[in-house]
């Protein structure tokens, strides 16, 4: 099984930068399907950024997509996801998601694993 920890996030001030990071352990990159998702208040999960495997193609949302970067530091067993010209919208709990047995077109129901999730909050 997958087990994900998050770090990073914070409060920033619009236009701001902030960079999160998951840290991966129980399978390889090349195993599982990883991805970003956050779920703001009163709001349904929703996926920023993915990674299939297999392939490792990368898939961004349409709202998030020119500012953040998603990629995996292979020594470190780490993926990362760099935000810039973040926006008070991107406000959310940001989670890691990843599963053996799923895509990146998949709801984010069919992410079995998950990290505790990390708190990123843009002020206006």
């Known amino acids: 099984e997958v087990q994900l920890v998050e770090s990073g996030g914070g409060l920033v001030q619009a236009g701001g930068s902030l960079r999160l990071s998951c840290a991966v352990s129980?399978?390889?990159?090349?195993?599982?399907?990883i991805g970003w998702f956050r779920q703001a208040p009163g709001k349904e999960r929703e996926g920023v950024s993915c990674?299939?495997?297999?392939?490792?193609?990368?898939y961004y949302s349409d709202s998030v997509k020119g500012r953040f970067t998603m990629s995996s530091d292979f020594a470190e067993n780490t993926v990362v996801l760099e935000m810039n010209s973040l926006k008070p919208e991107d406000t959310a709990v940001y989670y890691c998601?990843?599963?053996?047995?799923?895509?990146?077109?998949?709801?984010?129901?069919?992410?079995?694993?998950w990290g505790q999730g990390t708190q990123v909050t843009v002020s206006s």
């Open positions: 990674t299939d495997d297999g392939d490792r193609t990368t």
């Open positions: 129980g399978n390889t990159f090349d195993e599982i399907t």
């Open positions: 998601g990843a599963d053996t047995n799923t895509r990146c077109d998949a709801q984010p129901a069919s992410f079995g694993s």
